[in-house]
């Protein structure tokens, strides 16, 4: 009986320590994504920044170039200093945490660089691992956009 009820606690400690322990099902947001938003297509990567939080940089957009024929900038950006950045370049989420209880990623901000906005964000893997959830709110106010995940 001590046996068995050592094996069974050995077994549940194991569990909640890998599940405490957040490395891999965190990091299964990071790759690159198919975004179709507001007339946009572009592609995005997500990646773990150094402090643990994830973070979101376009790599290419769809119909880059201005009317004459350069990069388009970042232009509505709210942050004056940040208006020269290309469209190919933005870094559109910054400090999404994992939050392994609820098995979603949140606490985060999205940058919307067409309406020059920035919200609160989370994210939920779906479609077998296919498809992220993405949630931006602000004042109450929320819009859920699908991102296909490529890579």
């Given at each position: ?26 990091d ?85 660089p ?15 691992g ?22």
């Open positions: 009986m001590k046996t068995l009820i050592f094996t069974l606690l050995s077994v549940l400690s194991a569990v909640c320590l890998q599940d405490s322990c957040d490395g891999a099902e965190a299964d947001i990071v790759g690159v994504y198919h975004v179709s938003h507001e007339r946009e297509e572009s592609r995005v990567r997500i990646y773990k920044a150094s402090d643990g939080t994830y973070g979101a940089q376009v790599l290419w957009i769809r119909d880059s170039l201005d009317r004459n024929g350069n990069l388009r900038l970042d232009e509505k950006n709210p942050d004056r200093s940040l208006r020269n950045i290309p469209c190919n370049r933005i870094e559109i989420i910054k400090g999404l945490r994992y939050d392994a209880g609820k098995e979603r990623w949140s606490g985060g901000k999205i940058y919307d067409t309406r020059g906005i920035r919200a609160n964000v989370t994210c939920d893997i779906v479609d077998e296919k498809t992220l959830k993405v949630r931006g709110s602000l004042l109450g106010i929320a819009q859920t956009v699908y991102w296909d995940r490529i890579e």
